[in-house]
């Protein structure tokens, strides 16, 4: 039987999810949506990968244990998955004990297979990578080739794998099968690295603590690489007595066993994962599919880097289904892309408000005004059924290769096609003639089954949406199946409720403003933002602890309000002119929905007065009142000083 198993990397948890995360966990939850909709068997693995010296390091910096830490982030991707409506079927955790089993099951294997040696190791490792370069790969000034961080240079009695045995078995294998790395150029570069040879790998550390000890050999723990590698058949109960899930997905000689990884970690699974698997006699991924990088000003987004992008704003304004499908439509197969705020309004307002918005609003609306529901009469007489099979055609050819953005083109060629066919044929002026006649019953069929069409063809990429449009066409709840895509299922009669439109459009202009006032606020008073629920900005108040000589740094003084009013043009930011003791200060502060401005005048407040002036909506503000945040909302509450403390009191 044909089984679909599709795979995420599994994420380190000493960094918080951010766009690049996502993007790999939503590919994967589309390529099995869509394997699932069209009847197969599928299932989807994604999980943290928890060993290793960078987590037993961000632990240690946070003073807590490395379970502690790893328990903390799992939390936060359970969260951040359920939101984005992911549908995977298990999440392994390589801290789980049917893992370690795993493992070492695999371990047993490649042992017998005599493949594991023990010699001196030496060379120019990275931390982050937890990964040895070759000099040629760090270049003169021996930086990280992904991180550009300076690589160290390693000494060690580790335990090696006899990589290099496997350099002609793999090469044959890519040769072979055109679909094992994709894309194309990605399968190029394996097999340009594997003709130049593949020099054995070191598999154990005897510093690193954090990890699973190696089987047999006593102060050696096993390369986190090798560790994590094998959640892929551990999951699936490799090494327990229960291999029916392993049997089903992975030792299945019908089954596609699909690795969805970004390209940063090809090596990995296009060339250690599968030798380890030829080492132990274990089938081999059909394909590693290696993404491009999210970018953002022109570099790869990381935490080591700095400059990544958590989508908490624009997912709390528009919803996950506009992230998703920006991501999806944005990025072309394979190459990078760049994320910025200003793509994703420009693609949610053409594509989302106008082009499927208005498209189903419309058809929804003419439906209801002419027949209180779906038409009574079906119809396959139009062109809109043979445009459905085409973009059918289409998308399918295209998701079988995970080109996402594609698929999507063919459903939105399909939406325009319903656009311009209702245009053309008039509903409106066809039911002022002869009212809710036969003809105009079959002219809104043939428009409302092409908008189901869509939404099922959206499933995979917008679940959410989609089951939203199905609502909006009157059909019963539910996932959609395989028999949901064929023309006439649309049910007949049937009362549809009120249109609401799907994605109202974004006011690109007030949503920048909105942005640019909350990040000079943030800047103002980090200490007084909360996470908000489901974000991913901390792990916890007590992660980041600073000295007192840190704290010491912001100087805090209690000040008096002597006049009051508001910014011109806003609602929110109130102007104080404050008296200090020594000197007055201009500051600007966004409690204008709870506080007057005729209120806070004689009001005893503590200021921050060592900030870097900001300019707030144009008036310049020099110092920070402080506010406790209440609730989710985080509504400012202004800390109260007693009115006997002259202004100008040093607050510690
Ligand atoms: N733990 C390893 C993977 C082990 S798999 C057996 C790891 N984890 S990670 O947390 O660093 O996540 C890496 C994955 O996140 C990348 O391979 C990629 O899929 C995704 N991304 C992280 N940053 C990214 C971008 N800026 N752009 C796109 N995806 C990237 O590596």
Redesign the pocket.
């Known amino acids: 039987m044909k089984t679909f198993y599709a795979t995420t ?4 948890v000493n ?1 918080l999810p ?4 996502i ?2 966990t939503v590919v994967t939850d589309v390529a099995t949506r869509y394997h699932r909709l069209i009847g197969e068997k599928t299932r989807f693995l994604t999980g943290t ?1 928890e060993h290793g010296q960078n987590i037993e390091k961000a632990a240690a910096a946070q003073g807590i244990p490395p379970i502690t830490l790893a328990d903390r982030v799992v939390a936060r991707y359970h969260d951040l998955w359920r939101k984005f409506d992911i549908s995977n079927d298990d999440f392994v955790r390589t801290t789980e004990k049917r893992h370690r089993t795993g493992v070492e099951a695999l371990i047993a294997r490649i042992e017998a297979a005599g493949d594991f040696y023990t010699d001196r190791h030496a060379g120019w490792y990275c931390a982050s990578c937890e990964a040895f370069y070759t000099e040629k790969e760090i270049g003169e000034e021996k930086r990280c080739p992904v991180h550009g961080t300076p690589c160290v240079w390693e000494s060690e009695e580790n335990i090696f794998f006899r990589l290099s045995k496997y350099a002609a078995p793999l090469l044959e294998h890519c040769e072979k099968h055109p679909e094992f790395v994709r894309p194309e150029t990605r399968r190029a570069e394996v097999m340009s690295f594997v003709r130049g040879g593949l020099t054995d790998l070191s598999v154990s550390r005897s510093k690193v603590r954090w990890g699973i000890p190696f089987p047999g050999r006593p102060g050696q723990v096993i390369y986190v690489w090798l560790d ?2 094998a ?1 892929y058949i551990t999951a699936l109960g490799f090494g327990s007595e229960d291999r029916r899930l392993y049997d089903e997905f992975w030792g299945n000689p019908e089954g596609r066993r699909v690795h969805f ?2 390209k ?2 090809l090596r ?1 699974h296009a060339i250690y994962w599968p030798a380890f698997l030829l080492s132990a006699g274990l089938p081999l991924p059909t394909t590693v599919w290696a ?5 953002r000003d022109e570099k ?3 935490k080591s880097v700095g400059n990544v992008v958590r989508p908490d704003g624009l997912v709390a304004e528009f919803g996950p289904d506009a992230l998703r499908y920006f991501l999806l439509r944005e990025m072309t197969f394979g190459q990078d892309a760049s994320f910025s705020d200003e793509a994703f309004l420009t693609r949610f307002n053409a594509d989302l408000a106008n082009d499927l918005g208005n498209t189903v609003s419309r058809v929804a609306a003419l439906l209801r005004q002419s027949f209180g529901g779906t038409p009574p009469e079906a119809s396959d007489s139009s062109e809109i059924p043979s445009a459905f099979a085409a973009a059918q055609k289409d998308w399918r050819a295209a998701l079988e290769e995970f080109a996402f953005n594609r698929a999507l083109d063919a459903v939105w060629r399909l939406l325009t096609q319903i656009n311009g066919y209702v245009v053309a044929s008039e509903p409106w002026k066809v039911r002022k003639e002869e009212g809710a006649s036969a003809r105009l019953s079959r002219i809104l069929y043939a428009a409302a089954e092409g908008v189901r069409l869509c939404a099922v063809m959206l499933f995979p990429f917008m679940p959410g949406t989609s089951r939203r449009i199905c609502q909006m066409l009157g059909l019963p709840g539910g996932d959609p199946a395989r028999e949901d895509l064929a023309w006439g299922r649309l049910p007949l009669g049937v009362p549809i409720p009120e249109t609401v439109p799907l994605f109202p459009r974004a006011d690109a202009g007030a949503y920048f403003a909105q942005k640019e006032m909350t990040m000079s606020e943030e800047k103002q008073a980090p200490a007084t933002t909360p996470p908000s629920p489901g974000t991913t900005q901390a792990v916890s108040p007590s992660d980041n602890r600073i000295g007192i000589d840190e704290f010491q740094k912001v100087r805090l003084v209690t000040g008096r309000v002597l006049e009051a009013d508001r910014v011109p043009g806003s609602n929110k930011l109130v102007r104080m002119n404050v008296d200090l003791g020594a000197e007055r200060r201009q500051v600007v502060a966004g409690i204008g929905k709870q506080y007057a401005p005729e209120a806070l005048v004689g009001r005893n407040v503590v200021v921050v007065t060592n900030l870097k002036p900001a300019r707030l909506m144009g008036v310049v503000s020099d110092g920070m009142v402080l506010a406790a945040t209440v609730g989710e909302a985080g509504e400012p509450v202004l800390l109260e000083v007693p009115p006997d403390v002259p202004p100008g009191s040093r607050v510690k």
């Open positions: 990397p599994i994420y380190y960094d951010h766009v690049g995360h993007y790999s990968d994590a590698l959640n990884i970004g940063d970690i990995f993404h491009g990088w999210w970018l790869k987004m990381s």
